[in-house]
């Protein structure tokens, strides 16, 4: 059995990988990319200690949470999508209209 | 039963300038009728109210108006006389002004504007609180201010206006003065007022004159002085009145006689037991009339503007009223008397002489008598109407004039006995002036041949019906109201209770024990018969001059006379006061301030607004809008609460 304390070193690990994108990156796909991780990060810790104290309540929680980025992703991708329509580009530095 | 309707002697004629100012320009004339109407009102009521209170009550109405404040009428002998004076002088002069400003395009504005003078005057006059008073005293002043500039297309004329309405505003502001100081001295009595009683009502003030400390009364008394100076074009501030002649004629009549100028010299009599209390202020009125009306006096000489001429006059005889009052330090109240008898029988020959001047420019076609000359062939009324108003300006004797211009005189010898001779001085050379100006005026005018192309026709009787009541007041005034006119308003002040001798001892008029004065104490026999002298001779040197051509001004003077030169220009005071003082001490002295009001008062708000607005700027820019630096502050945020926690817990709080 792996002890629960790897999980959430991987967990932190991944989070961390999440942040630091999600803090540095520019680029519209890669942030999504960082959300995920986040997301995921936050998934496997759940799952982990569900299986380490027997209850399904948090690999319960995992799957909803799936079902949550899958839609995060599917409006992210799309307003992406009309984004690179309207502007070339998915740099977020560059699309500011709303900015002062 | 008249007296209940003396708020009417004002609300007539504020009702004719509303109808006028709406409805005159659909009507004949611009319905002057209605100002005419109106003031004719106002003499009629002031006649019944003259009855009524004659010889020895006095009507005074009040309601509250605001906080300590209220708005009265209070009719005594000084006013009464005053209301009679101009609403008779006034009704004669829009008589005469139907007439005279017949198809000129804004006779509707005039007659509106011609009322409210009226309305502000009479309201002026029977006020029965300093305030109340006040404030008509602005309406006059802007009343004039419009008249004045009433043919505003022409530049002279509203440049004129301007400068009558600023050289007065200096007068008032120290007028302003003087109330607020006034006010404070009597509020700091703590008086215990009975209900309908208010610190600025006259019968009040002069109840307490004499608690209020002498150098502040004297403070006061010359700060009224000063309002009184700018309204009644003495000098220094007499410069507006020869220029407001730019207006029509009629209200140069209005101005000079009965309205506006006479403002300043009725509040100085208002106020008489204040300047009476007041150490040295009678001195100072005193000598400023006295000065006005010599100085006025010698450039009347030389002006060649018929309306100019009468002009200076008025400032001169202003002086002399002043100076009638002023003198009352050496006679006490009965001063009063003999200055506005003066200032009556004044109104009653200026407003003839302006309207015989009208009557002629109207005809002549210019204000400039060396175009003149034999106007008197073919305006026979006119020209006699204008002798005896000449002859009375020139105190001959018999004549209104001279009864009230003696008298001055008279008093003003009185003074000199007992104090100083200078007032008694300037004032027999101020006169012997008048007499000779007067009356180059007449002869240029009047005799000897035309000397331009005018019309020859004489006015219509519209305007000569006013010039000759005029006359018979101008001629006969004087000798029959004269004692019986000084002894009624002698009583003016027992109405209130007034202690002139305690307050000739504060003044430092009386000593405490002797008497007043050494009343009639019998004047040398020149004394007595110098104004007989002194009009008569004035008058013969004017003849010889101008009518017999017996001496040619020439002689006496000649282009190159610098003593004429400095009259002509009169006495450099275009070049002294508009030039260089205006011009060159204010402007900049002005400049000055204005730099002040750039660099430090504009600066010190210009950095402050700096300050704040690149504070907010610099503090805009962590709004970037950019939500990954919102994360990173947030992570950054929690990572710094873990640590002071992860601490806080270490150390074992």
């Not at chain 1, 520019?26 to 569900?50: D, P, T």
């Not at chain 2, 004076?85 to 004669?92: C, I, K, Q, R, S």
């Not at chain 2, 006059?125 to 005293?137: E, G």
């Not at chain 2, 430092?508 to 004047?523: D, L, N």
Request: proline content about 4%; glycine content about 10%.
């Amino acid at each position: 059995m792996i002890p629960v304390e790897l999980y959430i070193l991987l967990a932190s690990i991944m989070f961390t990988i999440g942040l630091y994108g999600l803090v540095t990156q520019r680029n519209g796909i890669k942030l999504m990319m960082c959300i995920e991780l986040l997301l995921n990060s936050a998934n496997i810790n759940l799952v982990a200690f569900s299986a380490n104290q027997p209850n399904v309540d948090g690999q319960v929680f995992a799957l909803f949470s799936i079902a949550l980025a899958a839609a995060e992703a599917g409006v992210g991708f799309a307003i992406l999508i009309s984004l690179y329509r309207l502007y070339g580009t998915i740099e977020l530095d560059n699309i500011n209209a709303l900015r002062w | 039963m008249y007296a209940d309707y003396a708020y009417l002697i004002v609300a007539m004629p504020v009702l004719a300038f509303v109808l006028c100012i709406f409805f005159g320009w659909h009507l004949p004339k611009g319905g002057g009728f209605f100002t005419v109407l109106a003031t004719f009102g106002g003499l009629i009521l002031s006649l019944g109210i003259f009855k009524e209170i004659y010889p020895d009550k006095i009507v005074h109405q009040s309601i509250p108006w605001f906080a300590n404040f209220n708005v009265g009428i209070l009719i005594d002998p000084l006013a009464i006389v005053m209301l009679l004076m101009v609403t008779f002088v006034v009704t004669l002069i829009h008589t005469y002004a139907l007439g005279y400003m017949d198809g000129d395009p804004g006779a509707a504005r005039y007659f509106a504007e011609a009322a409210l003078f009226t309305a502000a005057m009479l309201g002026l006059i029977y006020s029965d609180n300093l305030l109340q008073l006040f404030i008509f005293w602005e309406l006059v002043g802007l009343c004039s201010f419009l008249l004045i500039g009433f043919w505003y297309r022409k530049p002279s004329a509203a440049a004129a206006a301007k400068k009558a309405f600023l050289t007065t505003r200096v007068g008032d502001v120290l007028f302003l003065a003087a109330l607020v100081l006034l006010y404070n001295n009597m509020a700091s009595l703590n008086l215990a007022l009975k209900p309908g009683e208010y610190l600025l009502q006259f019968p009040v003030i002069y109840a307490h004159i004499a608690q209020i400390p002498p150098t502040q009364l004297t403070f006061i008394a010359l700060c009224l002085l000063g309002g009184a100076v700018g309204k009644s074009g003495q000098f220094p501030l007499h410069v507006w009145l020869p220029d407001a002649m730019e207006g029509p004629t009629t209200v140069s009549a209005m101005i000079h006689a009965a309205t506006m100028v006479t403002a300043g010299v009725y509040l100085v009599a208002r106020m008489f037991p204040l300047f009476y209390a007041a150490p040295n202020a009678l001195t100072v009125v005193a000598l400023i009339g006295a000065f006005t009306g010599l100085f006025a006096a010698t450039m009347g000489l030389t002006a060649f503007d018929i309306k100019r001429v009468l002009a200076f006059s008025t400032v001169s005889q202003l002086g002399f009223m002043m100076a009638g009052l002023g003198v009352g330090a050496a006679v006490g109240v009965a001063a009063v008397g003999v200055s506005i008898f003066h200032l009556i029988g004044h109104s009653f020959f200026k407003a003839l002489l302006f309207l015989c001047s009208g009557s002629v420019i109207h005809a002549v076609g210019t204000n400039d008598m060396r175009e003149m000359g034999g106007v008197g062939k073919y305006m026979k009324w006119t020209a006699y109407t204008m002798l005896i108003g000449s002859l009375s300006l020139a105190g001959f004797p018999l004549f209104t004039g001279f009864f009230s211009k003696d008298e001055i005189i008279k008093i003003a010898y009185e003074y000199g006995v007992q104090i100083n001779y200078l007032p008694y001085i300037m004032l027999i050379c101020a006169a012997t002036l008048t007499a000779i100006y007067t009356f180059r005026l007449w002869f240029v005018a009047f005799t000897g041949e035309p000397r331009s192309d005018y019309h020859k026709h004489e006015s219509p009787w519209i305007m000569i019906g006013p010039l000759v009541l005029l006359a018979v007041f101008a001629l006969g005034f004087g000798f029959f109201a004269q004692s019986g006119f000084y002894q009624y308003l002698d009583t003016n002040f027992e109405h209130y209770g007034v202690d002139f001798h305690a307050l000739g001892v504060i003044g430092g008029h009386i000593s405490e024990a002797g008497a007043a004065g050494g009343e009639g104490a019998g004047e040398p026999f020149i004394v007595k018969i110098l104004p007989y002298i002194i009009a008569i001779g004035g008058i013969l040197v004017a003849m010889l001059f101008y009518y017999w051509h017996k001496l040619d001004p020439g002689l006496v003077t000649s282009e190159r006379d610098p003593i004429r030169r400095l009259l002509l220009k009169g006495y450099y005071q275009h070049e002294i006061f508009t030039a260089w003082f205006a011009e060159t001490v204010v402007y900049g002295v002005a400049i000055l301030f204005n730099l002040i009001d750039i660099k430090i008062v504009d600066g010190v708000l210009n950095k402050i607004s700096e300050v704040t607005v690149g504070f907010g700027g610099n503090l805009r820019k962590v709004q970037t809008g950019v939500v990954q630096n919102y994360i990173t502050a947030v992570v950054l945020g929690i990572v710094v609460l873990v640590i002071v926690i992860e601490i806080g817990m270490k150390v074992g709080l």
